[in-house]
């Protein structure tokens, strides 16, 4: 490995204060941009108002946007620059299904029954990179740097459906960094493994024959009855499976009414493990599972994969530099009004009271961190097995909320999001610049991917050249709940805030 990059010049530490009171030039659009996507509460692959609304702000900002890409509608990319190394900023853009939730209220309160909602916080990340990418940009443009900016954003990472697509699809080829971030209640990052799960969807579909129900059964064979078959085959095996292994499944389809005997039925897997190899092997384990209950209720199935995700592995080398840069920017500084809020949500909701941090997180390594015995996946694995990458995971939520859940919505369009983002953006920023003028970090951070990260483990994804990315998915919910979500979104042209919208007084009284 080369040596380590030189510590920042008095030259680069101008650049990087430039680009950080660029990022604090822009507070309010970032605060727009926050309120904006909350209030659009697209799932998965159903991001087009979204999607429109932020390559929109992107093209008036001098980015040139390609949509669509890697086959799917609500994909795109952003780029901008010539000559110099390209690096690629990314977050994730997609809300989770039934998650509806009013912003600023402590009491759990939908704004449209059963709609989808940001309870994972996705709504701050692209806005976040946004800011960070127009501040380096005009630092690059003032001083006449060389380099390329790639923005792209994590659609469907709840369904893990995009970014091994993005992979297969040559999205990062010539990339040479690439910086991600994810919402949270720390301002921190990381680097090796980093204790996500490697993860694979699967649907199964087990096809019979219909017959009435109760007059000649025998005539039927029911799908269901394969997908039951299955789910309890697949239960039996959990007690031999490895303790870090997570699997979870739905059943989609099982039947149309019951009096008759159901021809199709679906169900759909979440297979999870700390490593390729042991992620595979679930999944050739459901294979087989799903095979064998088909012969025993005489029915056949057929299976399509639907997304991957990688285990997480971060780059020391960019880690680091990151981390000299979340120290340099800080925490936010948090209002008592702020603190006041996260109090009476986390009252409100019987959650055990801690305040909105004071301090960055130390940086994340693998002698400071428990070993992971399992948990959730994020398929930025996928693209930190392609090109070096980190995530920076920023304070723009309240401690000890419930991930995937509505508690987690409730600050996503308060000052705490808005200020959790503008400070993540600093950092992201001020990295953007330590890569574009310091050529010996670059290099350090490919020899580490080289000679550390791939010496044991290669990229190992499950996904075929057939497999296709599952667009139809969250179709239907969309269609009939839209035109209810439509007269929500937010006017930042005729209010400060959201908040202010939907009448909000915060913190609430």
Known sequence: MPAPAPASTPANTRLKAEAIAGVEQQAKLVQEMVDSVYSFAEPGFQEFQTMEYLTGILEKHGFTITRGVAGMPTAWTATWGSGGPLIALGSDVDGLLGLSQVPGSPELKPQVAGAPGHGEGHNSGMPLQIAAAIAAKQVMQKNKIPGRLLLWPGVAEEL????????????????????FTHVSNEFSTAWGDTGNNAAVSVEYTFHGKTAHAAGMPWEGRSALDGVELMNVGWNMRREHLPLSQRSHYVITDGGKQPN??????????????????????LFETGNEIAKAAAMGTGTTVTQRTLGYAAPNYGNKPLAEAAWANIKAVGMPQWSASDQSFAKSVQQ?????LKPLASEIAPLSTPDTREKSTGGGSDDIGDVMWTVPTITVRYPSNIPNMIGHNVLSAIAMATPIAHKGAVQGAK?????????????????????????????????????TAEDKPAIHLNAEIMERVRPQQKPLYYDPAKYRSYLEQLKIAYPAS
């Open 427 to 463: 950092a992201v920023s001020a990295t953007v610049i330590d890569l574009m003028t310091n050529p010996a970090l670059i290099a350090e951070a490919k020899a580490f991917q080289r000679d550390v990260q791939f010496k044991d483990q290669k990229y190992d994804p499950l996904l």
């Open 260 to 281: 008759i005997v159901p021809d199709t039925a679906t169900v759909w897997y979440y297979f999870r493990d700390t490593a390729f190899a042991s992620v595979r092997h």
């Open 348 to 352: 409100a909701n019987a959650r055990e």
């Open 160 to 179: 893990i459906g995009a970014k091994a697509y993005y992979v297969r699809a040559g999205l990062f080829k010539d990339v040479d960094a690439c910086i």
